[in-house]
């Protein structure tokens, strides 16, 4: 998988991929990160890449054409580059979303600064428009690097262990259980004895309920579609 990220700020994108799990899979070729920053497709003399909202509005929007020739250059290079737009409008992003384009060969996350994009760059070029929460960001910077990750942790090789894959949140639609390390009994507060005794039916079974029980208390919405399953 490659990604590639077009954004004025690279910096604040490309640490991410500097420690732990996803350099790894830098390291293995699993996964690669390119940078595009649409100033340097700027045709004004100041290289200006923002402007006022035709017909009013606050805040600034990215211009249609330094944008738009990057992102023509991207596909003219890569006809199957798949693009990826940010914004707190789009579906929400989710975890059968991360699996799905975890699959892809190159995903292009367009990041908006400031109000967001010319709505032609994204007529033009957007395959998905997805929102990470029902929140504003500064930018789509960190929603890229939320999807980024949860996308490569679904390519094959990625994790170091795949049974994390299918035991965790969301598969089976329920929280994950709590978890318990050694010691038994820290400050005072014991592990479940069942998880000390080595029988795994019974310790699938209680943590099948914990699940159920932690579901219905923070989630109410995931356990009611759970009951309909
Ligand atoms: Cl994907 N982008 C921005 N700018 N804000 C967001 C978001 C994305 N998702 C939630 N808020």
């Known amino acids: 998988m490659k990604f590639t990220f077009v954004t004025l700020f690279e910096n604040l994108v490309s640490p991410y991929f500097e420690d732990s799990i996803l350099k790894r899979a830098i390291e293995k070729d699993l996964l690669s990160i ?3 920053n649409p100033r340097d497709f700027t045709t ?17 929007l990215l211009n249609a054409q330094p944008l738009f020739d990057t992102l023509k250059k991207i596909r003219h290079t890569n006809p199957n580059a798949y693009f990826v737009f940010p914004a707190p409008a789009g579906k929400p992003f989710v975890q059968a979303d991360a699996k799905r384009l975890a699959k892809k060969e190159n995903i292009v996350f367009v990041n908006g600064r400031y ?27 960190l929603a890229s690097c939320v999807m980024s990750d949860a996308i490569s942790r679904n390519i094959s090789g990625v994790l170091g262990n795949e049974d994390s894959l299918s035991e965790e949140s969301f598969e089976g639609m329920l929280l994950e259980a709590p978890s318990f390390t050694k010691p038994a009994t820290f400050e005072s507060k014991t592990t479940p004895s069942e998880f000390l005794k080595g029988n795994h039916a019974k310790i699938a079974n209680l943590k099948n309920k914990m699940a159920k029980l932690k579901t219905q208390y923070f989630r109410p919405d995931l356990y ?5 399953k």
């Not at 994204?122 to 789509?140: K, M, P, Q, R, W």
């Not at 009611?224 to 309909?228: E, I, V, Y």
């Open 224 to 228: 009611a579609r759970s009951c309909t």
């Open 34 to 36: 390119e940078f595009f």
């Open 115 to 141: 109000e967001g994009i010319d709505e032609r760059v994204v007529e033009e070029f957007a395959n998905e428009i997805f929102s990470i929460g029902d929140y504003v960001l500064t930018g789509g910077e």
């Open 44 to 60: 004004n003399k100041h290289s200006k890449v923002d402007d006022y909202q035709a017909g009013g509005g606050a805040g600034l």
